[in-house]
């Protein structure tokens, strides 16, 4: 493609400049006018073409034309003394002559473009199907109609044959007999059948041009011809099940007048047919608008409207539609609902759903998201915990996750298709817990349910129980659960009767509970029965490692709750996140990215530290080790065994407390390691 320079920006000039860009014929490689705000000018500034006051400093080699276009005979001799010897230079009055051809050219190649998109526009409108031959038996034209009927495309199908397109075609007879046939049926591939006129084409001289086939889709004709003579069975079929429905329903026609109730409506309203048909639709109303009126004037339909109707003033739901046909409005339908029996089914839909969110385990061990040899560990033992049927105490500090590990250790066992319920041993008041957990009989206390109620073991029956913060429980509750975890019954609250249960109890407590048991506040006994199948589940600074894969999914989660599209964090905000001890774990690491993406800019992608809460971005990434000179200087075993545990707490943190790439790193064993993170108790330590 040719490079152009194009002098001069005016009036005439921005016309060929817009005309190169448009047509693409030459690429304009610059523009060049003295006067920086010509239009041309700024219209190549948008267009992203080089400008420039001075032609001669982009007069270079790559150009092969010069368009001249300010109409100075001094301009025009100058560039021709100074133009390369390849280089061409049109002259201003030539150019222009070239513009007003190309335009006109454009003009007549629109009008054409024009006259055949109406041409084809009304022949793609028609209801007949066409398809063109010419004296080849090639398809040159097939419009949509055709194109749905024979299901062929008309891209797929101009230029070939018509026989490889419709092998049963009669078009090519036609075409070479020059005789007219006229409705005849023929069948499709695809098994449509149609009515077919195919006529010859000639030239004015009579010479043949080609062939016409119009047709026209016989086959859902004849299917209807086909239902309406069952329309009267059909018709009887429809009355008989709306008189038979247990829906209240309504008829109008177009005129707003009653033509139809069914005995249901007459049972809910008290109205008689004589009450209804023929009258207006207001009839059966004692407070609230016809609703049927309102579809006939707006053809569309309403739902839910509450109004009164009948002698009874019944408090009913009305949803109405329009009744069209063939574009015609013929009338409206109503179906009427009894807003008691609505409350009673309302009702009972929240309570089994309460239920549901009561029964269901929602998660699974894939939920649960931790590469670390720790987590990985605590999952191994949960999962082989789920196969027995052990009681499983589960152990770790508030937002760790214990409730997941509860959930899939459900899900892995064989009672995974019973009940799993959920109780927050701390959530529940004291005069409450022992009723909602062994339930109570009836007349137990005032206000006790008549028939006595299921306590959450018995609902539990076959299934498993979450007791979570297990270390709130008080004595008395204490002595009651270890009843049921030895013999496996219960008494209900003002009972006598042991009912046996088959419950699977899994016990969650982020307490130590040995040392409550050193105080008295948690018994020794309940202890060891709880304590069978213990499982330590990692806090997250022993476990930042985790903390990308973790940060992922909890950013694609608070993206769906909050409407969010953030995509990544960056590295000095991934930084700041491993500094972090996190005494709150994984609940805390959600609380602060949830945070930092409420108040994110909705056009922000990535999480950076300036969103990060302070408290979290100006924590110090490790403590710096350094001595007051005012404070006494420590002994030197003293002092060894601090730089020992500080070194050891860095390199924890620098592998994300990855403990066997920290061992390696340090040049001890796995077990040393071990040793020495107890004896400083760096699992515990937080740089708060």
Not at 512 to 532: C, P, Q, S, V, W
Not at 567 to 572: G, K, L, N
Request: glycine fraction near 6%.
């Amino acid at each position: 493609m040719q490079n152009v320079l194009l002098v001069g920006a005016g009036k005439g000039g921005t016309a060929l400049l817009k005309m190169l860009v448009e047509t693409q014929v030459m690429k304009t490689a610059a523009v060049a006018d003295i006067n920086s705000q010509a239009p041309g000018i700024l219209y190549a500034k948008e267009a992203g073409i080089p400008v420039h006051s001075d032609w001669r400093m982009l007069l270079t080699n790559d150009i092969d034309v010069v368009m001249e276009a300010t109409g100075k005979p001094e301009v025009l001799e100058a560039l021709l003394k100074e133009k390369k010897s390849h280089t061409i230079v049109v002259p201003s009055s030539v150019a222009l002559i070239i513009s007003s051809l190309t335009s006109e050219k454009e003009q007549l190649i629109n009008r054409l473009k024009e006259q055949t998109n109406k041409y084809s526009t009304i022949l793609d409108a028609t209801n007949d199907g066409m398809i063109v031959i010419d004296a080849s038996e090639d398809i040159i034209f097939i419009n949509r109609v055709a194109e749905n009927v024979t299901g062929n495309m008309r891209k797929n199908v101009l230029g070939r044959k018509i026989r490889e397109v419709i092998p049963n075609s009669r078009l090519p007879e036609v075409l070479y007999s020059q005789k007219p046939e006229y409705n005849q049926e023929q069948i499709l591939d695809n098994g449509l059948k149609i009515i077919t006129t195919r006529i010859p084409i000639l030239n004015p001289d009579g010479s043949l041009r080609g062939a016409l086939s119009l047709f026209k889709d016989i086959t859902e004709a004849v299917q209807l011809a086909e239902e309406l003579t069952n329309l009267r069975e059909i018709e009887t079929m429809l009355t008989a099940i709306i008189q038979c429905s247990d829906e209240a329903i309504s008829v109008v026609d177009e005129h707003g007048r009653g033509i139809l109730v069914n005995p249901a409506y007459t049972r809910m309203t008290g109205l008689r047919e004589e009450d209804i048909i023929g009258l207006p639709a207001t009839a059966d109303i004692s407070e609230g608008e016809s609703m049927h009126l309102r579809v006939l004037q707006t053809r569309r339909p309403v739902r839910g409207v509450r109004m009164k109707v009948g002698s009874s003033r019944k408090d009913v739901l009305v949803n109405v539609a329009p009744v069209i046909v063939d574009g015609k409005l013929k009338g409206s339908v109503g179906v009427i609902h009894d807003v008691s029996e609505i409350k009673t089914l309302t009702a009972e839909l929240n309570r089994a759903r309460q239920i549901i969110r009561t029964l269901e385990a929602k998660y699974t061990f894939q939920d649960i998201i931790g590469e670390s040899e720790e987590m990985k560990l605590a999952i191994e033992q949960a999962k082989l915990g789920a196969k027995t049927p052990a009681t499983v105490l589960l152990r770790g500090e508030s937002g760790t996750g214990k409730e997941l590990f509860a959930h899939a250790i459900h899900n892995e066992s064989d009672r995974k298709y019973n009940t799993f319920i959920r109780v927050n041993c701390a959530a529940i008041a004291e005069n409450l817990l022992e009723s909602e957990l062994f339930g109570y009989e009836e007349g137990a206390f005032s206000g006790a349910k008549r028939g006595g109620k299921k306590g959450f073991f018995e609902e539990a029956n076959n299934g498993s129980i979450f007791l979570d913060e297990i270390g709130e429980l008080s004595p008395q509750m204490q002595a009651k659960l270890l009843r049921v975890l030895q013999e496996k019954e219960i008494v209900r609250v003002g009972g006598t009767k042991a009912i046996p249960v088959n419950v699977r109890v899994i016990a969650a407590t982020n307490l130590k509970i040995e040392k409550a048991m050193t105080e008295g506040a948690f018994r020794e006994d309940l202890y060891y029965r709880l304590n069978r199948y213990p499982i330590s589940i990692p806090p997250l600074r022993q476990r930042k490692g985790d903390i990308p894969a973790l940060s992922a999914h909890l950013i694609r989660k608070i993206n769906q709750d909050y409407g969010k599209y953030i995509e990544e964090i960056s590295s000095e905000a991934a930084d700041i996140l491993f500094s972090h001890d996190w005494p709150g774990n994984v609940r805390e690491l959600e609380n602060i990215l949830g945070r930092a993406m409420i108040f994110m800019h909705p056009s922000e992608r990535c999480i950076h530290s300036s969103h990060l809460p302070d408290f979290v971005a100006k924590r110090q990434a490790v403590h710096q080790i350094g001595i007051n000179p005012e404070e006494n200087l420590p002994s030197l075993s003293e002092a060894v065994e601090k730089t020992e545990k500080d070194v050891i707490t860095a390199a924890l943190q620098k592998f994300g407390y990855n403990r066997t790439r920290t061992a390696k790193s340090l040049g001890i064993s796995l077990r040393t390691l071990y040793y020495k993170m107890e004896k400083y108790e760096i699992a515990n330590i937080s740089t708060q």
